[in-house]
């Protein structure tokens, strides 16, 4: 008798307990809160870790234009008789190789290029290759095209082959279709010259899959550019980052040579390629061919507003501290051209000289720019300085543009708040704001923007991720503080109104910065749990803010929140309430709706979560293990004005309702 007494009283004390520990949200149906900007959650592009060419880009063949300057047959291996010659067809790229008889009817004449990591190739898939040839002779010569697995230990290494005629002494574009026999991802791409081994001359040799993101000739890669749209961003950002400021200011990103004919689009270097010599890629280039045409198209493709950044005539001022790497305020003219010409090839009309480019490119309907980004992480009095007459003009010239500037690499701290002041004064809509920050900064930063004044610039969190100490790859955790942080971003949608995380993507073999948003080799991909967040956060949106406490506060993990984050959110008649539990607990909680008429109930619908138990939390998913973390669909029900609900041990928890 005695111990069923002591077991009751035990159950009682521990319901009792399990009572005090139950969270109560309150969630104020009243009235909507501030509107979420369709802009809110989208993606930061920057040619790093090979995204662009040898990423993105679909383009197999590196150096395909004989331009790397330091060897013009840097990726290439030349066999025979093989000459680099200057005075080709496109100006813009002036060089081309000739491929001569070798002399001895036993030797052989011709090309392998390794491609970017090895050439990622798929049996049933077929590959466009295309060269622009000539025979400087006249008459014909004979190629034989090949896709060759070097590693194999077969009888021959083909894995497709075909032939190719080069008629006259005129440069013309030749193409034919290659359908490999088996999957490589490291194949290399073989030029022989064959029969009467008559001279002939190669430029632009080009290998695309057929099947690329929308069937575009010069298009990206298929995976890649569906896990963009998959994320349901409301704005892209590109081409970056430091990259639109270049290691100097004849590297920064030039917009103008990136569009038009491939062909001509002259080739830059990475100011990636010499930042981290501890992962050194000396071949690390920007062909262009993903350039300012196809980021405009990729935008409209995924249904994001395309938000360009172009560099304020500073060359990145972590690698110049010298004032005379960059442009005097005085001579920035033609960059201030720049600018005003974009939102010509943007938005001008198809007899415009910038929009007849655009029209002649495919695309006679303008793009619908509304925003443009000046500058990327400057600081300092030469920033405003800078970026001054940038909005002088455009703003005289167009005034419905709305301006992006920025408050520096820094998340805080002297310069921030003095950028922050410079910003306002010169009248930007937008600023740009930089963290790559610890655990603890996600753990206690989830309130930043409760404070932050209404009035002045909105805030576009532009470049930002969880970056844990010892442990700076993708993992559970750092991602799980992201989602806690980002609630903080939600319920102060009425200041933030653009939030990208960065960096967007990474090759396995070429990364030089972790994290990152999606990992890919040349023939895989996967996605991170950080990109999971990122699709959670864009899928529930919501349109308007609703207003969410805990004892009368934001939850923001605050001291007694126990580790709890959360907002909400609504959509139409659907309510998404967002909850993070970044303990080790298991947490009740109860939704307390107020603010609903007397007979008025809420209904659950279900509920979305990703979560991890505690031995998994430094893990992430990988090529091998894509899958690994999901989101998964729970059961949640009731009816009424308050609701039971569970947020088990790490994880991130969305709640949906119907009212
Ligand atoms: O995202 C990588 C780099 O981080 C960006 O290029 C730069 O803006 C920031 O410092």
Redesign the pocket.
């Known amino acids: 008798m005695r111990k069923i007494i002591l077991a009751v009283a035990f159950c009682l004390l521990s319901l009792w307990v399990q009572a005090q520990e139950t969270h109560t949200l309150d969630i104020s149906l009243k009235k909507a809160g501030a509107p979420i900007q369709s802009t809110m959650y989208g993606i ?1 592009f ?1 040619d ?1 870790n090979y995204a662009a060419d040898g990423g993105l880009y679909a383009e197999l063949v590196k150096n395909r234009s004989f331009e790397f300057p330091c060897d013009a047959l840097q990726g290439w291996k030349a066999f025979g008789k093989v000459e680099v010659k200057a005075d080709g067809p496109f100006e813009r790229n002036p060089h081309y190789v000739r491929l001569q008889d070798p002399g001895h009817p036993a030797r052989w004449t011709g090309l392998d290029n390794e491609g970017f990591f090895g050439i990622g190739v798929r049996e049933g898939e077929t590959y466009r290759f295309s060269v622009w040839a000539r025979v400087p002779d006249g008459g014909e010569s004979q190629l034989r095209i090949e896709l060759v697995n070097t590693a194999s230990m077969g009888e021959d290494h083909f894995l497709c082959q075909e032939e190719l005629t080069v008629s006259g002494n005129e440069w013309n574009k030749y193409t034919l279709t290659l359908s490999p026999d088996s999957t490589l991802d490291k194949a290399v791409l073989r030029i022989f010259l064959t029969g009467k081994r008559n001279t002939v001359d190669l430029e632009h040799v080009s290998l695309f899959p057929t099947d690329t993101w929308m069937g575009h000739e010069n298009g990206l890669r298929k995976d890649l550019a569906k896990a963009l749209a998959d994320l349901k961003p409301g704005i892209f950002r590109f081409p ?5 400021e270049g290691a100097d200011l004849a590297t920064r990103y030039q917009w103008k040579n990136t569009v038009g004919p491939v062909e001509n689009r002259p080739l830059n270097e990475n ?2 390629e010499y930042s981290f010599p501890y992962r050194f890629y000396p071949d690390y280039y920007q062909s262009g061919g993903l350039g300012f045409f196809e980021f405009f198209q990729l935008s409209e493709e995924i249904g994001a507003e395309p938000l360009p950044i172009l560099s304020c005539g500073l060359a990145c001022q ?1 690698q110049n501290e010298d004032e005379s790497a960059h442009c005097p305020v005085d001579q920035l003219e033609p960059f201030i051209q720049d600018a005003l010409d974009l939102i010509e090839f943007a938005n001008g009309p198809v007899d415009s000289p910038w929009g007849k480019v655009r029209a002649q490119m495919g695309h006679p309907a303008p793009f619908n720019l509304k925003f443009l980004g000046i500058g ?2 400057q600081w300092g009095e030469t920033f405003p300085a800078h970026l001054e007459p940038f909005v002088k003009s455009i703003r005289s010239a167009y005034p419905d543009i709305k301006l992006v500037g920025s408050s520096g ?1 820094y998340s805080d701290g002297e310069q921030f708040d003095y950028l922050w002041s410079e910003m306002k004064r010169l009248g930007a809509d937008l600023v740009d704001e ?1 963290y ?1 920050q610890s655990e603890e900064w996600f753990l206690s930063h989830a309130g930043r923007y409760d404070t932050y004044s209404r009035k002045g610039p909105k805030v576009f969190a ?2 930002y ?1 969880c970056h844990a100490k010892g442990k700076k790859w993708n993992h559970f955790y750092a991602s799980l503080l992201e989602a806690a942080f980002m609630t903080g971003l939600e319920r102060n949608a009425d200041v933030v109104h653009m939030a990208t995380y ?2 967007l993507f990474a090759h396995v073999e070429g990364w030089q ?1 972790r994290p990152d948003l999606i990992w890919y080799d040349n023939l895989r991909s996967f996605r991170t749990v950080s990109w999971h967040v990122q699709q959670l956060y864009g899928q529930y949106r919501g349109s308007h803010c609703l207003k969410l406490t805990m004892d009368g506060a934001n939850v923001t993990g605050a001291e007694g929140q126990d580790g709890l984050f959360a907002s909400a959110v609504l959509d139409g008649n659907k309510i998404y309430v967002k909850v993070v539990n970044t303990t080790d607990k298991e947490q009740e909680l109860s939704l307390n709706f107020t603010g609903l008429k007397k007979k008025a109930v809420v209904k659950a619908v279900e509920g979305v979560r990703l979560s991890s138990c505690a031995c998994k939390l430094d893990k992430d998913n990988s090529l091998d293990a894509p899958a690994l973390f999901e989101p998964a669909p729970f059961t949640f029900e009731g009816e009424g004005k308050c609701l039971s609900a569970a947020a088990p041990a790490y994880s991130f928890n969305i709640y949906i309702l119907e009212k």
Do not use: D, Q
Request: net charge negative; proline share 9%.
């Open positions: 930061f920057e790093i970056g980052g430091c990259i639109v100011r990636w972590f990327n992480e690499p930089h790559y532009g470049e991720a960065a960096p910065w």
